[in-house]
């Protein structure tokens, strides 16, 4: 299995990923309307490698899973808030990642 440090790095590429096309959707860089598919896609890609580093990361018994774990609560909601809360819930994420990759232990 992979470290815990490299699974929160894959989480935060794909979070990266997803608010860099969400930016460029938002300020009308990259026009999505007729696909919106592949802001969803990198959602659920989003979702499940956070999913996978936090259970890595404690299977690891390392801290980063604890770290990363308060970002499902904005991941949860993105589906259901509004468009006009949705960039300010998708960025509530961003600390957790944040942390998680910050932490300092080896692993």
Same mark, same amino acid.
């Given at each position: 299995?992979?470290?815990?440090?490299?699974?929160?790095?894959?989480?935060?590429?794909?979070?990266?990923?997803?608010?860099?096309?969400?930016?460029?959707?938002?300020?009308?860089?990259?026009?999505?309307?007729?696909?919106r598919w592949p802001h969803h896609a990198l959602y659920v890609v989003?979702?499940?490698?956070?999913?996978?580093?936090?259970? *890595?990361?404690? =299977? &690891? +018994?390392?801290?980063?899973?604890?770290?990363?774990?308060?970002?499902?609560?904005? $991941? /949860?909601?993105?589906?259901?808030? *509004?468009?006009? =809360? &949705? +960039?300010?819930?998708?960025?509530?994420?961003?600390?957790?990642?944040?942390?998680? $990759? /910050?932490?300092?232990?080896?692993?």
């Amino acid at each position: 299995m992979p470290s815990p440090r490299a699974l929160v790095a894959v989480a935060g590429a794909a979070y990266l990923a997803n608010v860099a096309l969400g930016t460029a959707v938002q300020t009308r860089l990259v026009d999505t309307s007729r696909n919106r598919w592949p802001h969803h896609a990198l959602y659920v890609v989003t979702s499940t490698a956070t999913v996978v580093a936090i259970l *890595g990361s404690f =299977a &690891h +018994a390392s801290p980063r899973g604890w770290l990363l774990s308060p970002a499902l609560l904005p $991941l /949860a909601l993105l589906p259901h808030v *509004g468009h006009r =809360a &949705h +960039a300010v819930t998708g960025l509530a994420a961003a600390p957790w990642y944040a942390a998680a $990759l /910050a932490a300092r232990r080896r692993d």
